[in-house]
């Protein structure tokens, strides 16, 4: 009869702790290794881990959504593993509230090679819009004309101000 292990698929380290989702040397989400006996139960890590595609699991973290609050990113994490693609939360930059609260937003991260799955899932579960994380203005055209008509706006109404003190 084998024993069950968690196997890090970037630096190969084994994990025998099965309550470990993520390498503590690298960071990588971990993928099952089934050496046990198949008459045994499924537990729980053990499902999800089997879950996980291996194609996934390769790269550095990369930021696919962002999430409202620890019920929603949870949810988008779930989606994700539905898919094969393994996912990682971390608490968004800038928001303090303790870490024992579900408040505050928070951000998925997956591997480099499963991002574009992820956000395909993601779009089609209409939980991202089209627009891709930290790219440029997609209409700048569109950005010009609202700041000139900004600026038009405000030289109407300081023509109109100094008219009425004349």
């Known amino acids: 009869m084998g024993v069950d292990a ?3 698929p970037a630096c190969g380290a ?5 309550d470990e989702r993520f390498c503590p040397a690298c960071g990588m989400p971990l993928v099952h290794v089934d050496r046990g006996d198949p008459d045994e139960p499924m537990t729980d890590a053990r499902e999800r881990a ?3 595609k291996p194609q996934f699991t390769e790269g550095e973290l990369v930021r696919v959504a962002g999430a409202r609050h620890q ?4 949810l988008v ?4 593993l539905e898919e094969g693609i ?9 928001f303090d509230v303790p870490d024992m ?16 799955a992820a956000r395909e899932v993601l779009l089609a579960a209409e939980l991202l819009s089209g627009e891709q994380p930290g790219r440029a203005v997609q209409r700048p055209a569109r950005l010009l004309l609202g700041l ?12 109109i101000g100094t008219e009425l003190l004349t």
């Open 71 to 74: 019920a929603e990113a949870e």
């Open 148 to 159: 000139v008509a900004a600026v038009i706006l405000v030289a109407v109404i300081a023509w």
């Open 6 to 8: 968690l196997v890090c």
């Open 77 to 80: 994490q779930g989606l994700l």
């Open 101 to 116: 609260l579900a408040a505050g937003p928070r951000d998925v991260l997956v591997p480099a090679s499963g991002a574009a």
């Open 14 to 18: 084994t994990q025998p702790d099965v």
């Open 86 to 94: 393994p996912s990682m939360l971390r608490r968004s930059r800038g």
């Open 50 to 52: 089997r879950k996980i």
